[in-house]
């Protein structure tokens, strides 16, 4: 994407090389954060609902997690999926799986351990009731994860503003390849250390659009849920 | 377990391409390039990659990084062909056995770019070694890209013949960023300090304030770039037949001529010269 | 409602020196009670007494430190033979009919069954009308009936009610003591605690009265209210007894 013409030109003019950025951006951080809500929601409510020695440890530990640093898994997946590394023949390196890989590594710690606060805070008022109904540990997981749902949506979405707004790891791991691996935040640290600043600017107003929009849509959401509290 | 982990790959693969609809048809018939950050900015591939895809049928993905970096990313055999402008590094890498051969492919410039001011006043010789003298002379702040890149290795060079020593741990206005091209520039015009660049990247930068060209055309800023082809003997995986096609393209009187071709604003920035003499 | 179990093997409940500790308190001390089918049975007692106790032990819910519980002459019955409503029911975060359906599908109900059983169900308790409504907007009263719904949806021999009118007033009481009366009559066997006398006197074929985590004095409704045999017992009746 070189030359002079301003970001709104390119938006409103419909240029393809534009909306396969944003296309890339949104498949892979909503690829990524479904993943993630789909392993790391149950992992969330295993934890919180069963008790044994170390359970705390864990707990802790998957609290730092949330704060992984996104360039070191990014550099721990390059290393696994390089040629020259254990997983090197499936030939995933510099591909969108890749990123999508990356950051579901990113977002599962985030969404297990707030769907594990969720959960155990409305297990505390279940309990009682659930045990004298004899729900075994399989229903309660899910019991509980349906009845959370509006605030496991918040938190699904949290991982996604995690995951929309990323660059470091999806850059190591992508390589930044323009018409293959180039999302918006990619494509803005690129312009940037162009100096295309103006460019990178409105990319960059798009992406916070975006991110606008999915936290508008999860306030509807938790608006929506209110119906159902007491 | 081995059906599982089929599975798993399959699954992947399936995502992937779920993802990118173009994936799974460039798959079979794509390279990864490894080149420099300076020949992506400057838009060449832009221009350059549907030539060759249109003539040969060939998919390239080009991870820019700097030499440095573009070269320890063919070691792993994460790439199939390097596209780089050092010939120390270069040809360490083909003696290293990682690389078949240099195909020197074509060349373009450096040039000394400072503030319209021009303190040190280099302005008057377009002798490059006395410009960095002089810049040495007076202490004028001076960026240097400091990323193992081939403008890095070439400025090392250049201070070398100059007969200048620099230590960027002492002195204070030799700042070494150790970023790429686009982010040296920006600090270089923030700080009014000298830089050292390829002119393709200084053409296409938009943040250029009251910077100017100082100094150019002197022989000693040539900038050559070479192909070469990953050694499939020792990294198994690498697309040889593929890889060595494109280098043909490139190196071809079709190729050369899109090269020359290319032009940013009017000016056309790369000169082809494979076959010409190894710079 | 169903007829009255041919076996219920739930019942006689016998607690034999039951001793129940939580959090190192003696909530129950050294209980010893037979609970037999038949019309039902009220729990009475000021707070603190332990009437939730003996119910969530005689439902199973809690392990006894000493003593022995029986069910039906059994150590172990499944719990799906019993049901308990809560003093405060925990309204599940979905309709009251998906609450009534979720109850429905623990008791292992088949799917095809669940629309009938759900409208029988909210008939009896006359919520028919609020189906689709969030169950945590109920009212107290309307919790109530929902919470006695889903308890017998599971179709149990048994029925606990844990004060279920504490919290409600005059003509919410009456429909939840209806409900009862009605459960009762066609052959659930209810257990009810409870710290109005007056409505141990409308319930009850027994009264049990508890103090101080012990049994008082057990017998049928008239005559334990109206002669009561121990002292504790004739002052807890006159209101001179509060803890």
Redesign the interface.
């Known amino acids: 994407m070189t030359g002079e013409e301003s970001a709104l030109g390119l938006v409103f003019g419909g240029d393809p090389a534009l909306f396969a950025i944003v296309r890339l951006s949104l498949s892979v951080s909503l690829g990524a954060t479904v993943l993630a809500a789909l392993l790391g929601a149950p992992l969330g409510a295993l934890l919180a609902l069963s008790r044994f020695p170390g359970r705390q440890a864990i707990v802790v530990a998957l609290n730092a997690l949330m704060g992984l640093p996104p360039v070191v898994i990014g550099l721990a997946v390059y290393l696994l999926l390089s040629r020259s590394g254990p997983l090197g023949s499936w030939g995933l390196l510099f591909t969108p799986t890749a990123m999508v890989i990356t950051q579901t590594m990113l977002v599962l710690p985030i969404i297990a351990a707030l769907t594990r606060q969720i959960v155990e805070d409305l297990w505390l008022e279940y309990r009682d009731e659930l045990a004298a109904m004899g729900v075994g540990p399989l229903r309660r997981v899910r019991t509980l994860l349906w009845d959370a749902r509006f605030s496991l949506v918040t938190a699904v979405l949290a991982g996604f503003g995690r995951a929309a707004a990323e660059v470091g790891s999806i850059l190591i791991v992508g390589g930044n390849i323009e018409g293959f691996t180039r999302t918006m935040t990619t494509a803005i640290a690129l312009e940037t250390s162009k100096g295309n600043l103006p460019l990178a600017m409105g990319l960059g107003m798009i992406l916070l659009c975006i991110v606008l929009a999915v936290n508008v849509a999860a306030w509807g959401v938790r608006q929506f849920g209110t119906r159902f509290e007491h | 377990m081995r059906f599982q982990v089929k599975m798993a790959?399959a699954c992947?693969?399936l995502?992937?391409s779920a993802?990118?609809a173009?994936?799974l048809a460039?798959?079979e018939r794509s390279i990864?390039v490894a080149s420099t950050?300076s020949t992506?900015?400057s838009?060449l591939?832009?221009y350059l990659l549907p030539r060759v895809q249109a003539s040969t049928g060939i998919v390239v993905?080009?991870?820019?990084l700097g030499t440095g970096q573009a070269l320890d990313t063919a070691r792993?055999?994460?790439a199939d062909v390097v596209f780089v402008h050092d010939v120390d590094a270069e040809e360490r890498f083909v003696a290293e056995g990682h690389g078949l051969a240099r195909h020197p492919v074509m060349y373009n410039d450096f040039v000394l770019v400072g503030p319209a001011a021009d303190p040190a006043g280099v302005r008057r010789s377009p002798d490059i070694l006395r410009a960095l003298q002089a810049i040495r002379q007076g202490m004028f702040p001076f960026v240097s890209r400091g990323d193992r890149s081939g403008t890095h290795q070439a400025e090392l060079r250049l201070w070398k013949a100059a007969g200048v020593e620099v230590d960027p741990a002492v002195d204070r206005w030799y700042r070494s960023v150790g970023?790429?091209m686009?982010?040296a520039?920006?600090i270089a015009v923030a700080s009014d300090a000298y830089v050292l660049t390829d002119r393709a990247?200084w053409i296409?930068?938009?943040?250029k304030g009251s910077f100017t060209v100082l100094v150019e055309g002197d022989p000693r800023l040539f900038n050559q770039y070479s192909l070469i082809l990953v050694n499939p003997q020792k990294?198994p995986?690498t697309k040889a037949a593929l890889g060595q096609q494109f280098i043909d393209y490139l190196l071809s009187p079709a190729g050369q001529k899109d090269i020359a071709a290319y032009q940013?604003e009017g000016q056309q920035l790369f000169h082809p010269n494979a076959g010409s003499p190894a710079h | 409602m169903q007829a009255f179990p041919e076996n219920s093997t739930e019942l006689p409940i016998r607690f034999e020196g039951v001793s129940v500790h939580i959090s190192g308190t003696i909530i129950l001390r050294d209980v010893s009670l037979d609970i037999a089918a038949g019309a039902p049975t009220v729990l009475v007692g000021p707070n603190g007494s332990g009437k939730t106790t003996l119910l969530r032990a005689a439902m199973g819910l809690v392990q006894p430190v000493s003593g022995s519980i029986s069910w039906g002459g059994r150590q172990h019955v499944s719990p799906l033979r019993r049901a308990l409503v809560f003093q405060r029911p925990l309204m599940l975060r979905r309709s009251v009919a998906d609450n009534l359906r979720y109850a429905l599908a623990t008791a292992g109900v088949p799917r095809r069954e669940r629309g009938a059983r759900i409208a029988a169900l909210l008939d009896l308790v006359g919520l028919r009308e609020l189906a689709e409504r969030p169950a945590p907007r109920l009212s107290g009263g309307e919790r109530q009936r929902l919470a006695l719904a889903r308890a017998l949806a599971r179709q149990p021999a048994v029925l606990f009610l844990d004060e279920p009118t504490a919290s409600l007033d005059p003509a919410a009481t009456l429909a939840i003591e209806e409900l009862v009366r009605k459960v009762s009559a066609g052959g659930v066997k209810v257990i009810m605690a409870t710290h109005d006398l007056g409505e141990a006197a409308r319930l009850a074929g027994e009264v049990v009265l508890l103090h101080q985590g012990s049994v008082v004095e057990s017998g049928p409704v008239d005559q334990v209210l109206r002669n009561p045999a121990t002292e504790a017992a004739r002052r807890f009746i006159t209101g001179q007894l509060l803890l």
């Not at chain 2, 993905?61 to 820019?64: F, H, I, M, N, Y």
Request: proline share 3%.
């Open positions: 790959r992947l693969l995502l992937g993802i990118s173009t994936a460039a798959e990864v950050t992506q900015d838009g591939f832009g993905k080009v991870v820019a792993r055999g994460d970023q790429g686009g982010p520039l920006n990247t296409s930068f938009r943040n990294h995986d940013l």
